[in-house]
């Protein structure tokens, strides 16, 4: 009977393999799962639209404000609080508008119009709504 060598359980390879090392495809099979998932969860790029992206600049100096604790914001220094947060763009929103460019511009501008609860009228807003929700599912699809 041929005396043949069978590794028994948890006794090591050996360390090399033919002319590869046991390390060395051990590396490149594990690495083959995260190059993959890496690819699939790359965001898909966003082209840039003025408006979208100062109404974006906009809520985030606004919530940089809104992070200043309440006893740190008095008569004397609110005015250069807010000229250092979401002044300028508020100001750039109410003076100098920046065109929309693509649908998530109009979408942002939709959104921006519904959330400051300024439409006094239920009908435009209905309307606006049921647009926005157009211009949502275009943006999934």
């Given at each position: 009977m041929?005396?043949?060598h069978v590794p028994a359980a948890g006794?090591?390879?050996?360390?090399?393999?033919?002319?590869?090392?046991?390390?060395?495809?051990?590396?490149?099979?594990?690495?083959?799962?995260?190059?993959g998932g890496a690819v699939a969860l790359a965001p898909p790029a966003r082209a840039p639209d003025p408006l979208a992206d100062t109404i974006a600049e906009y809520y985030a100096k606004m919530a940089e404000f809104m992070a200043i604790p309440n006893g740190e914001i008095t008569r004397e220094n609110e005015d250069a609080l807010v000229a250092a947060t979401y002044g300028p763009l508020d100001?750039?929103?109410?003076?100098?508008?920046?065109?929309?460019?693509?649908?998530?511009?109009?979408?942002?501008?939709?959104?921006y119009a519904l959330e400051e609860h300024s439409l006094i009228d239920r009908v435009a807003e209905a309307i606006l709504i049921s647009a926005l929700a157009f211009l949502d599912q275009e943006r999934v699809s």
């Open positions: 041929p005396n043949t006794e090591a390879m050996p360390a090399v393999i033919g002319r590869f090392s046991r390390r060395a495809m051990l590396g490149t099979f594990a690495s083959l799962p995260l190059i100001d750039k929103l109410w003076h100098a508008t920046p065109p929309a460019t693509s649908n998530r511009g109009v979408a942002e501008a939709i959104r």
